[in-house]
């Protein structure tokens, strides 16, 4: 039985219910975030190629592709939360827009480029026990998005990111999270810079 209050919020499969990987090991964002992420991003992702760093249940990348992303890479080393995305999809019918990445992003973003936005969620404790790893998954998605492109963040309040060659342009915070919105340090021109 999907997680209650694991839920796709719009689009094609709005309404309809994920699991969640069982444990502490995944924090699966609240609907409010979610939401409030789509608030800020827009509604609709039409023609969207998006990747997913820490994918654990799937559930971003899922949303994306439901409002209209043609291409969500997600990116899990985890056995558990690999199960709980293949479940996920298949609930779903196995979208093919939605490509399960049973490893870690450090290994999949250098395969992808030109994506619109790149969603890193990664482990809380990596911000204060393994900043190197968060310095390589901002150069990687820096490297991997499109002029234009986005970078998305969530940590704890309390921590900062690593330096990086991202210009963040806007910080919103969530209880005890935050989430930073980076972009490259030309946007294309004509594109909003945020």
């Known amino acids: 039985m999907a997680t209650p209050g694991l839920r796709i919020i ?7 219910r994920i699991h969640a990987p069982p444990g502490l090991d995944t ?8 939401q409030s992420l789509f608030d800020w991003l827009g509604q609709t992702m039409d023609g969207w190629r998006v990747a997913d760093c820490c994918a654990g249940s799937g559930a971003f990348g899922i949303e994306c592709v ?11 080393p985890g056995r558990v939360a ?4 293949r479940s996920n999809l298949a609930l779903l019918g196995e ?18 480029s030109g994506l619109d936005l ?10 204060a026990d393994e900043r190197e790893l968060l310095v390589e998954m901002l150069q990687l998605a820096a490297a991997a998005i499109a002029p ?11 921590e900062e990111l690593p330096e990086h060659t991202l210009i963040e342009r806007e910080r919103r915070e969530y209880g005890r999270s935050w989430v930073a919105m980076l ?12």
Do not use: Y
């Not at 924090?27 to 979610?34: G, N």
């Not at 439901?66 to 899990?76: Q, T």
């Not at 979208?95 to 992808?112: D, I, K, N, Q, S």
């Not at 234009?148 to 309390?158: F, K, M, P, T």
């Open 95 to 112: 979208p093919p827009a939605v490509r399960l990445h049973a490893r870690g992003f450090e290994r999949v973003l250098p395969t992808l």
């Open 10 to 16: 719009s689009g094609a499969w709005g309404g309809r």
């Open 183 to 194: 972009r490259g340090p030309q946007p294309a021109i004509g594109s909003d810079a945020g």
């Open 148 to 158: 234009d492109g986005i970078v998305l963040i969530r940590g704890e309040r309390g």
């Open 27 to 34: 924090r699966p964002l609240t609907d409010r975030i979610k």
């Open 118 to 127: 790149v969603f890193c969620d990664p482990p809380f404790p990596w911000f």
């Open 66 to 76: 439901s409002r209209g992303a043609v291409e969500a890479h997600l990116c899990e």
């Open 82 to 85: 690999v199960a709980t995305i």
